[in-house]
Structure formats: structure tokens, C-alpha cells
């Protein structure tokens, strides 16, 4: 079983910036694609962004793609989003997902799931 927990979430002022990590328990994190995905309230889960376990590929939503940036230190068993210029349309839960390859946004692909970590962007 694979556990993930984020963390790095917090209260930022348009235009700010933040970092979420996702750190890996259980099973070793460098087999693994980790996908970002948020929530905001009255909405449906919607994908960020998705690393592949080595890496080598990331995809980005239409949202994030320019000002966020996914990477991941697998001796760390730890992934990071990123977030620059963030937007008060930003303001969500995110969490952080792991796959066998990145396989877009459909969440039922996703086969763990971590808690999530509010990002509230607000002046």
C-alpha cells in the first residue's frame, strides 16, 4: 500500500507563490507516477498536473501549465508542486495521487490518494 501525505499548503496573496510536497510511506515512490489534483468547494476533483515515476515526462492542465512546475526526488520519496503566480481561482484542496503511468485526469485511475492540503489564495 502506498500512503501519501501533503503537506506545504497555507494562506498566499495573488500573485504569490507556494510549494506542496507529497511524501511516500509504505511502497517506494520511485515506482510510481504521481498525479496533482484539487478541489475547490461545489466543484468535481480536477487534475494539475502528473510526473512519471522516473520523471522524464510531466503533464500539465491548461490551469497550471506556465506557472506550475511538478518535480520529484525519489531518494526522497517525496514529489513537489510548485505553484507560482497563483490565482484566487487557485484556491482549492490539492492532493496528490499515485498511478502506474500518468493516465490524465480521470481519478478513478489513480489508486492512492492522499488526505489533501488546503491552498486559499486571497488578498
Known amino acids: 500500500q502506498l500512503q501519501l501525505v501533503e503537506s506545504g499548503g497555507g494562506l498566499v496573496q495573488p500573485g504569490g507563490s507556494l510549494r506542496l510536497s507529497c511524501a511516500a510511506s509504505?511502497?517506494?515512490?520511485?515506482?510510481?507516477?504521481i498525479g496533482w489534483f484539487r478541489q475547490a468547494p461545489g466543484k468535481e476533483r480536477e487534475g494539475v498536473s502528473c510526473?512519471?515515476?522516473?520523471?522524464?515526462?510531466?503533464n500539465y492542465a491548461d490551469s497550471a501549465e506556465g506557472r506550475f512546475i511538478v518535480s520529484r526526488d525519489n531518494a526522497k520519496n517525496t514529489v513537489y508542486l510548485q505553484m507560482n503566480s497563483l490565482k484566487t481561482e487557485d484556491t482549492a484542496v490539492y492532493y496528490c495521487?499515485?498511478?502506474?503511468?500518468?493516465?490524465?485526469?480521470?481519478?478513478?485511475?489513480?489508486?492512492?490518494w492522499g488526505q489533501g492540503t488546503q491552498v486559499t489564495v486571497s488578498s
Open positions: 495521487a499515485g498511478a502506474w503511468a500518468c493516465r490524465g485526469w480521470d481519478t478513478a485511475q489513480y489508486d492512492y
Open positions: 509504505g511502497l517506494t515512490l520511485r515506482y510510481y507516477a
Open positions: 510526473i512519471s515515476s522516473s520523471g522524464g515526462i510531466t
